[in-house]
Structure formats: C-alpha cells, structure tokens
C-alpha cells in the first residue's frame, strides 16, 4: 500500500499571493470540505454548482480564466491554492538569511495588491514565480492520489498494468498509487501560466520560470517500492512515485536563483515561453542562445530548468514601500558569521545593536507511557545581535 503520511494538511502562514487571491481561504477550505461532503451524500449537481460558487468567488484577484478554471474544479483551486502557501513558506525558509526574506510576499493589512516584486524581473521574482509554480503542481499531485479530488486519482500511467520485468529473480511492477505529477503540473498551467498572456518580456519570462519550476519538481521525483514474497523474500516488488519533500524542491529552485540567466532585450526575442517549446523549437532557442555567445557557458540543454531574470536586483538595504521592500533594520544577524547572514552582510554596513532576548522554549520534556510528551516552559534571556 502506498504511504499516506504524505496527507497531512497545510497548517503554515498564509500568503499573499494566496491571499490577494483571498484573506478568507482557510475559512472557503473547511466550508468546501462541508460542502463536498454534503454533496457527495446527496449526489445533487446543485449542491456542487452552488460550493463551487461559494469558493471561486469569494476568491479576489482571480483572472476571469483563472475563476472558470475554479468554476469547473473547485477542489483542485483549493488545493492549488494550499499549495501557493506551502510554497510562499518555503520561499521564506530558504530566504531567512537573505536581506531579500520572502516576507513581501505574506500578506499584510497595509495592502491587498499583490507585491510589487512580482511585477518585476528580480532573480528575487523568477525564484517567487517558479516556486509557486512548482508549490501548486507538487499539492494537486498530492491530493490527487489521496482521493481527495474528483477530477483525478493515482497517475494512472504508473498505476496502470504495465508489464512486470524480472532482474536477478525480483520481479519488479509498477503498482500501488502514484503521486498523479502529471495532472497536478497540466493544473499548475492552466492556474498560472493564463495569467501571463501579455506577451511582453515580463510574462514571457513569468512563463518560463513557471515551467521551471515545475520541472524541478518533475526531475526529483521519488520512488517508493514495497516487497512482497514469502518471509520478506522480495521476489515481487511494487513501485509507484511520489513527488519529494517540499523542501527538496526549494533547495534546487535556491539553486537555480544563484545561477539564474540573466536574458536582455536584445535576445528576449528568442526566449520562447518555455510550455511552448517542443522539440525543433526547443532546440532553436537553444541555437541561438549559443550564437549569443557572451557570459558564462552553460550546459544549453539545461536551459528549459534554469531561472531567468531581466532586471538586476536592488540590494534591499533600506526600506522603499514603494517597491515593497522592508529594508534590513531590525533583521538579526550573525557576528561572527562571514556569509550572508553575517551582520555586515546583512545590514549593509550600518552596523548592529546588541540586545537581550527573551523567548519562552519547550524543555525538560518527558514521555509517558504511552503515548504522549509532556513538557515544560522554560525562559531562555540571550543576547543577539540586530541590524541598525
Ligand atoms: C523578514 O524581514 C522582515 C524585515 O526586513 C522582518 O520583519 C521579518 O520578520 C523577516 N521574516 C523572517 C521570516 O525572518
Ligand atoms: C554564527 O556563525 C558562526 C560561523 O558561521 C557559527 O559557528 C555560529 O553557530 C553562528 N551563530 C548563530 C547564533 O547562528
Ligand atoms: C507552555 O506555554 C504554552 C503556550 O505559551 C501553554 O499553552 C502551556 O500550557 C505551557 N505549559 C506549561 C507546562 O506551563
């Protein structure tokens, strides 16, 4: 039987690209699980029309085709909403040490409007497109295989019967449930990349980190088997995948931030949005990426992965609301560290203040059998050090 760990809900902050699309998602999640329910029971087609109401519209910023899109599958909306939140924490996670934190991107009473960033073509803003891509493909191919949606179920590609093969005695077949990578990354463009119709070089580039991001959650898939045969044998063995840890994904997206491609007006041209690129078109682009020449040899086949920007980025010293940039003073920081959570990294050579902290921490923790740990709280004072 396929694992189902993977299935715990989504507790962590809420976005702003989440939430410009609604303050009121989480409530719309347990309504439309009510809802589902309900309608399931009673197989009535009105119940569904009117959840799939009750969800879609009281869901701001979505584009017209992003609503019908909603309209027809509120579920997998919801899911694919879930999953920009997942994705908006990671960002954080992988950014906590950076003057640029992510935290543009969280909402904030100040404002609704989306970030500014995100009209922009920072490295910062093709690491933001491509995670979210990749966040909403990773939780619909999740939900799927869960039985959560009634638009999909396990990938049925390894799902399916094909053939068993047999290597030194272990028969090996794809079986159990798949992580459905496929539905969840058709939905991922049809959510997101219908935003970008423009065909400006923002949206042509938005386009391109989009699907970059999903194939940073296609190219580390994983593979689970289970073994069955007489006392653990393992002479047949069940495989199906599973898309990695969240956090596996943002590792590599962080990668790609570092080595993102910066692309000018000059050769915007020939940058192809990338779900459009097929075969003689891909390697077209690729041709003529190679005439550019210029600037650092990149593997060209590793094009359609790599993150492209257009902008260079501010150094998101100071605080500048207009460009949605909290600025630096305030973030803690590391002394003795010489990377780029070091103070004088972080704090842009203002310098830094000591100050004392006091934070309340689980301690002295006991189990009892059985089964739970109690803890107590213990105040921990320590000193830190926070940028000017
Ligand atoms: C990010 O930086 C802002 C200010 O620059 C700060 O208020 C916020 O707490 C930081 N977020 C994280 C997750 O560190
Ligand atoms: C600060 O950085 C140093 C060197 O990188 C490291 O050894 C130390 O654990 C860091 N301190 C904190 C509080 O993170
Ligand atoms: C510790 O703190 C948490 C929240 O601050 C509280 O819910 C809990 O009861 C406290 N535990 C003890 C043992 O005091």
């Known amino acids: 039987m396929p694992p189902s760990r993977t299935g715990r809900a989504y507790e962590g902050p809420p976005s702003r690209i989440a939430t ?3 303050p009121t998602v989480a409530l719309l999640l347990i309504l439309f699980e009510h809802r589902r329910a309900s309608c399931l029971m009673s197989n009535s087609v009105d119940d569904w029309v009117s959840g799939s109401a009750v969800v879609c519209n009281g869901i701001p910023g979505l584009t017209k085709d ?35 934190n992510c935290s543009s991107l969280t909402p904030s009473s100040r404002t609704q409007q989306s970030s500014v960033l995100l009209k922009r073509g920072y490295r910062e803003t093709a690491f933001a497109y491509a995670i979210s891509a990749a966040g909403v493909a990773h939780n619909v191919a999740r939900a799927c295989s869960m ?11 390894h799902y399916m019967d094909n053939p068993p093969t047999t290597t030194r005695d272990i028969t090996f077949k794809w079986g159990g449930c798949s992580h459905n990578l496929e539905y969840g990354m058709e ?26 991001g999903r194939l940073a959650l296609a190219n580390n898939m994983q593979i689970r ?43 915007l041209g020939n940058v192809i949005p990338s779900n459009k690129i097929r075969g003689s078109r891909r390697r077209q682009k690729q041709k003529q990426k190679k005439r550019r020449g210029g600037g650092r040899k990149r593997k060209l086949r590793d094009l359609p992965n790599q993150l492209y920007y257009y902008q260079r980025s501010p150094n998101f010293c100071e605080q500048d609301l207009t460009l949605d940039i909290p600025g630096t003073a305030g973030r803690r920081c590391n002394k003795t560290s010489t990377g780029g959570d070091g103070c004088s990294d972080l704090c842009c050579g203002r310098g830094y ?36």
């Open 225 to 267: 088997c289970k073994c069955h045969g007489m006392s653990g044998s393992c002479e047949l063995k069940t495989c199906w995948k599973i898309v990695p840890e969240f956090r596996v994904v943002g590792k590599v997206l962080k990668n790609r931030f570092r080595n993102a491609v910066l692309v000018t007006q000059s050769n």
């Open 147 to 157: 039985g959560r949606l009634l638009s999909c179920s396990c990938d049925p590609l």
């Open 20 to 22: 410009r699309i609604g």
């Open 66 to 100: 992003q609503r019908e899109l909603c309209h027809r599958n509120p579920d997998v909306t919801v899911a694919a909403i879930k999953g920009l939140q997942i994705a908006i924490s990671e960002c954080q996670n992988q950014f906590m040490w950076h003057r640029w």
């Open 187 to 212: 939905f991922s463009r049809q959510f997101l990349d219908t935003r970008e119709k423009a065909g400006d070089i923002q949206s042509t580039v938005n386009l391109h980190n989009n699907q970059a």
């Open 353 to 388: 203040n000591v100050v004392r902290q006091r934070r309340t921490e689980r301690c002295r923790c006991k189990f009892h059998w059985c089964c739970f740990v109690q803890c107590q709280n213990c105040t921990v004072e320590e000193w830190i050090t926070v940028c000017k």
